[in-house]
């Protein structure tokens, strides 16, 4: 079994200096900590995997393809592969967990 606490993940996320941790890589799934502070943007581009957002805090709207919603703490968000994708308008610093499917390349 592999465990993590999210403090415990935070904190190594924050100093390694990213926004982003990957914490888990499977064979068919991978894992991470994306951080993204309140006012900052998103430098986002396409990934070639599918991805599900869970946010674990803060507030922002996401946009993917041409649809767009805000998204808060327990929101949940699939994006398909190679759809282009951001967060913005982050009002609250924003974590969120993020896994890909096949593991991110």
Not at 2 to 9: M, N, Q, S, V
Not at 49 to 67: C, K, N
């Given at each position: 079994m592999?465990?993590?606490?999210?403090?415990?993940?935070?904190?190594?996320?924050?100093?390694?200096?990213g926004?982003?941790?990957?914490?888990?890589?499977?064979?068919?799934?991978?894992?991470?900590l994306?951080?993204?502070?309140?006012?900052?943007?998103?430098?986002?581009?396409?990934?070639?995997?599918?991805?599900?957002?869970?946010?674990?805090?803060?507030?922002?709207?996401?946009?993917?393809?041409?649809?767009?919603?805000?998204?808060?703490?327990?929101?949940?968000?699939?994006?398909?592969?190679?759809?282009?994708?951001?967060?913005?308008?982050?009002?609250?610093?924003?974590?969120?967990?993020v896994?890909?499917?096949p593991?991110?390349?």
């Open positions: 592999k465990a993590f606490r999210l403090e415990e993940l935070e904190a190594e996320r924050a100093a390694n200096d926004a982003y941790l990957q914490f888990l890589r499977e064979r068919n799934m991978s894992a991470g994306y951080a993204l502070d309140a006012g900052s943007s998103d430098p986002q581009a396409p990934h070639q995997q599918d991805e599900v957002y869970l946010v674990v805090s803060g507030r922002a709207s996401i946009t993917v393809g041409v649809e767009t919603t805000q998204v808060a703490r327990g929101s949940v968000v699939y994006v398909p592969a190679g759809v282009p994708h951001k967060f913005h308008h982050i009002t609250e610093d924003l974590r969120v967990m896994i890909f499917s593991p991110e390349s």
